[in-house]
């Protein structure tokens, strides 16, 4: 179960970038429910899973993300019986209208106009915003982006190296013939030497 907001496509989101009217679409909260329980927000990230998970390689199996319940500002760490519980979590990104918080943004309007028409997340969070930052955020909520419509980042992926010769031996059978020609020529001319002089 996603949010009640309005969901946008990342088309939809970009088309707003201009100093009159700017739509950011920032963080991964997390919306699902649990068996009786259900909570509608939830931060989640893979660094949160270093930070807060016991057991991190487990957890990353089942879920690519970590969630960090935000219980009324009380963190509720996932017991390792909950995680299995991921299984329904749906991600959603929200998407903020901070056209009015431009001139006031303390970080200024440039670079919130920069993270415009895409997922803005890791710039947000690369600033390191205080919780009050958070907070502001709400004010500012026009919908959620349908995450499908954002393109997956690309990961580096190194060229293809050229294909080395694993087997060493023909290696060897030169090294050895560079050695073993000289000395042969050396012994015939030795030989050769004594040859015509006993003679
Ligand atoms: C709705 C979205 C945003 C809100 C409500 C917000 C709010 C704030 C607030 C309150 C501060 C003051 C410092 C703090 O309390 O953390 C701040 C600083 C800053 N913000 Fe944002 N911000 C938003 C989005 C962004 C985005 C997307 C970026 C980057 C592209 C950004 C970059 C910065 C920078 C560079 C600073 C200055 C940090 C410093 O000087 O230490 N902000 N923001």
């Known amino acids: 179960m996603v949010g009640d907001g309005k969901v946008f496509t990342l088309a939809q989101v970009s088309e707003h970038k201009t100093p009159k009217d700017c ?25 949160y899973a270093i930070m807060i998970s016991p057991k991190p390689k487990a957890l990353l199996r089942i879920c690519t993300y970590v969630v960090e319940l935000d219980l009324g500002n009380r963190f509720h760490m996932f017991e390792e019986h909950d995680l299995f519980m991921l299984v329904s979590v749906s ?4 998407v903020y209208d901070v ?22 997340t890791d710039d947000f969070e690369d600033v390191g915003h205080s919780d009050s930052a958070r907070d502001m955020m709400d004010q500012y909520y026009v919908g959620e982006i349908d995450i499908s419509t ?20 023909s290696e060897f059978i030169i090294k050895l013939l560079q050695f073993l020609v000289p000395l042969a020529i050396l012994c015939l001319a030795v030989g050769i030497h004594h040859y015509t002089k006993s003679s």
Do not use: M
């Open 23 to 47: 739509w950011l679409i920032i963080n991964g909260k997390v919306f699902f429910s649990l068996p009786g329980r259900a909570f509608p927000h939830a931060s989640c990230g893979v660094d």
């Open 91 to 94: 991600f959603v990104q929200q």
């Open 99 to 120: 056209t009015k918080f431009l001139e006031d943004h303390p970080g200024g309007d440039e670079v919130l106009l920069s993270a415009t028409g895409k997922d803005a």
């Open 150 to 169: 954002i393109p997956k980042k690309t990961t580096y992926k190194p060229p293809n190296q050229p294909h080395y010769n694993q087997d060493k031996t």
